[in-house]
């Protein structure tokens, strides 16, 4: 199997808690989700990414880990998890799943160990300080939840550091006995089947806090794991979340001897400013400051993940922007950066639009990285707290809870989304899979084409002028294989002529479309392309 499988994959992300429950107890399981594989694997998946399923108290939606070596018992045994693993494999579909080294849940009895007894060893798997120091607020994630980054532990008397929420100790990174933990905890999962890790809050773990300072080099860190995993197994990967300017990005990647793959929030946040101005030039201009990644490294491109939409990669004024066009009311921003809202009713379930927006996520150089429930337009429920409002249970029928699950109770822990225009009465799976008009069929479609185009993952991409800034043109290059896709972020039909060599320009064989249009004219480069209209050429198979 090819070590680089992630170049070309489709990455559909989901927590177990909500996408399918199959004991009837109101919570998504195991079981569930090994059912749904049939509908993962026709919707073209090639690789679920499962966020935190380990014990936990469950405070910040299982990213607060009281066990890292199992599965909590809500959503079934180790056995369910393996059984999955293995099926998902006869299916051709990887997983990948959520490591979070930055910090661990009080309740995890490494700090329940530490706090009680500073002379076990768990004491300096944490980061403690007797003063609280005069700069405590360095690094605060979730503004008006947290009173900075030291938070005052009664049993031990001292005071621990936090870069999340107070009930999540960061772990002492730099002490030799949590690296080795971290070995046990990689080695555990990749023997049990899995690709890979989808890395949290890689920056923040690589930061000295207090007095766990790193010796040299901090990415040496980086470094190890991935030798180790890939010792384990090659073709494992680290993806990672590393929100950051993207100049930075190379730091992350290193000699392709550290991460195989980022998350490209820089781009996201782009995509929304695009979408907001209608226009195709904050995505060109996003993709100038983006190193083109090596042949071995990958981005991974998304729309929506399960936080809120972080727009902090935008100025103030851009980000003002993008509220404005998207979540006008105070009640759908969060921690004072973010959207928490899904991307359908932002765009007012403007199919058009979504389409156009989706064309381009599957279009754009990388591996896109898709979330549970966005292939049928689900939206979200605003009356929900924090990012709870876009973590909403799978819509599969029109069915109680919606056909989610058989419980019987009316109130399930989370809750499916009932009625309105993204209710589970209007969007759910079984009606879209009997509609051939239906966005999911759109959506199989669109992953089927992009996959053949296998040059968006692999190639080098290359913009193309155009004289309307309302359109973005790409082409990207792989070996033989040469795709074009040109997208209007206008809700308006027009004309655009593209500054396309003779090479380029001959013989492209229109494969993906949002309409039937009268064929490309290679001797004036003129294009046509309806409202959010969208369109890809291939350079025919003849001449690859
Ligand atoms: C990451 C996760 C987020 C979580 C945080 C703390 O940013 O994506 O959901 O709250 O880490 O673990």
Known sequence: MSKYWYKNAVIYSLHVESFMDADGDGIGDFKGLTRSLDYLAGLGVSCVWLLPFFPSPNRDHGY?????????????????????VDAAEEYGIRVIIDLVLNHTSVDHPWFQEARKNKNSKYYNYYIWLDEKPANSHEDIIFAHHQDGNWE????AGQYFYHTFYQHQPDLNITNPDVQEEIRYILQFWLKLGISGFRMDAVPHMLRNKGKSKFKGDPFKFLRDLRSFIQDQRNDAILLAEVDTEPEKYEDFFGQGDQVQMLFNFY???????ALARKSGKPIAKALKDIPQTSIKEQMGTFIRNHDELDLE???????????????????????????????APMLGNNRAWIELTYSLLFSLPGTPVLRYGDEIGMGDDLSLEERNSVRTTMQWSMENHGGFSASKKQDIPLPAIKDGKNGYKKINVHDQMRNPKSLLNWMERAISVRKECREFGWGDYELIKTNNDRVLAHFCHWQNGHTLAVHNFNNKACEVKLRLTKDQADHLIECFADRRYTPFDVSTRILKLGPFGYRWFRRSSLFL
Not at 64 to 84: A, M, P, R, W
């Open 152 to 155: 005052y532990d009664e049993v």
């Open 64 to 84: 607060d880990i009281s066990d890292y070596l199992n599965v909590d018992q809500k959503f079934g045994t180790l056995g369910h998890f393996v059984e999955f």
């Open 267 to 273: 781009l996201n946040n782009y995509i929304y400013l």
């Open 313 to 343: 990669r935008l100025t103030k004024k851009e980000r003002e922007e993008v509220f404005k066009a998207f979540a006008p009311e105070p009640n759908m921003q969060i921690y004072g950066r973010g959207i928490r809202r899904r991307l």
